[in-house]
T-cell receptor
Framework: SQKIEQNSEALNIQEGKTATLTCNYT??????LQWYRQDPGRGPVFLLL?????KEKRKERLKVTFDTTLKQSLFHITASQPADSATYLC????????????FGSGTQLTVLP | EADIYQTPRYLVIGTGKKITLECSQT?????MYWYQQDPGMELHLIHY???????EKGDLSSESTVSRIRTEHFPLTLESARPSHTSQYLC???????????FGPGTRLTVT
C-alpha cells in the first residue's frame, strides 16, 4: 500500500544546532515533493518544492534533499531558533494526479533556547 | 501572507444540524481544495475544484458537499452533522501552473 512516513517521534534540539527531518515514502513515484510548516491551530505554509530530477534545494537556512532511489527526502534547518518550533509536513505530488497533494502526518520540532 | 479566508474559525453545533463552512480567496486561483485534519494526523483531501462549476470528491470519503459558483468562493456543506464530523477543516487554493498550495486558517468543528 502507499505510505508516507515522517519522523515518528517529536524532535527536540538545542538552539543553534541543525535540525534534520525525514520523509520516507513507499509505492509512490512522486514528480515533486514539498515541505510545509504548520503552527498549532493554523493552516500549513509552503516552504520548499523539489523536483524528482533535483538532488538538493536551498532557501536561506533551509535545505531539502530528494533521493528517488532511497525514496526519501531530508529537510534541514541550520542555525535553528526557537521560532522554528512547529510541525513540518512533507507532501508528494504524483505525476498525472491532477496536482493533488498527499501529506505525511508531520514531525513536531521543538527548538530549545 | 496568503489571502485565503475561512469562517467561522470555531463552531460547536448539535447533531443533525446543517452547516456551511465558508472559504474565500482573493488571489484569483483556479484550483481550490478542502482537507480534513485530526490532531497529530495527516491532511486528507475531501473535495477539490479546478474552476467554476467543477467539483470532485477526494480520497477520503465524506458526507459533505461543495459548490463552486464563483472563482473566489468554495463553500463546504454538511447536511446533517454527526459527532464523527468533529475535526479541523482546511481550505486551500493553488495558482494554475504551480504546485504550491495556500491554506486558510482552518475551521475547528465540534459536533455534540
Amino acid at each position: 500500500s502507499q505510505k508516507i512516513e515522517q519522523n515518528s517521534e517529536a524532535l527536540n534540539i538545542q538552539e543553534g544546532k541543525t535540525a534534520t527531518l525525514t520523509c520516507n515514502y513507499t509505492n509512490y513515484s512522486p514528480a515533486y515533493l514539498q515541505w510545509y510548516r504548520q503552527d498549532p491551530g493554523r493552516g500549513p505554509v509552503f516552504l520548499l518544492l523539489i523536483r524528482e530530477n533535483e538532488k538538493e534545494k536551498r532557501k536561506e537556512r533551509l535545505k531539502v534533499t530528494f533521493d528517488t532511489t532511497l525514496k526519501q527526502s531530508l529537510f534541514h534547518i541550520t542555525a535553528s531558533q526557537p521560532a522554528d518550533s512547529a510541525t513540518y509536513l512533507c507532501a508528494l505530488v504524483v505525476s498525472g494526479s491532477a496536482r493533488q497533494l498527499t501529506f505525511g502526518s508531520g514531525t513536531q520540532l521543538t527548538v530549545l533556547p | 501572507e496568503a489571502d485565503i479566508y475561512q469562517t467561522p474559525r470555531y463552531l460547536v453545533i448539535g447533531t443533525g444540524k446543517k452547516i456551511t463552512l465558508e472559504c474565500s480567496q482573493t488571489m484569483g486561483h483556479d484550483k481550490m481544495y478542502w482537507y480534513q485534519q485530526d490532531p497529530g494526523m495527516e491532511l486528507h483531501l475531501i473535495h477539490y475544484s479546478y474552476g467554476v462549476n467543477s467539483t470532485e470528491k477526494g480520497d477520503l470519503s465524506s458526507e459533505s458537499t461543495v459548490s463552486r459558483i464563483r472563482t473566489e468562493h468554495f463553500p463546504l456543506t454538511l447536511e446533517s452533522a454527526r459527532p464523527s464530523h468533529t475535526s479541523q477543516y482546511l481550505c486551500a487554493s493553488m495558482r494554475g501552473g504551480s504546485y504550491e498550495q495556500y491554506f486558510g486558517p482552518g475551521t475547528r468543528l465540534t459536533v455534540t
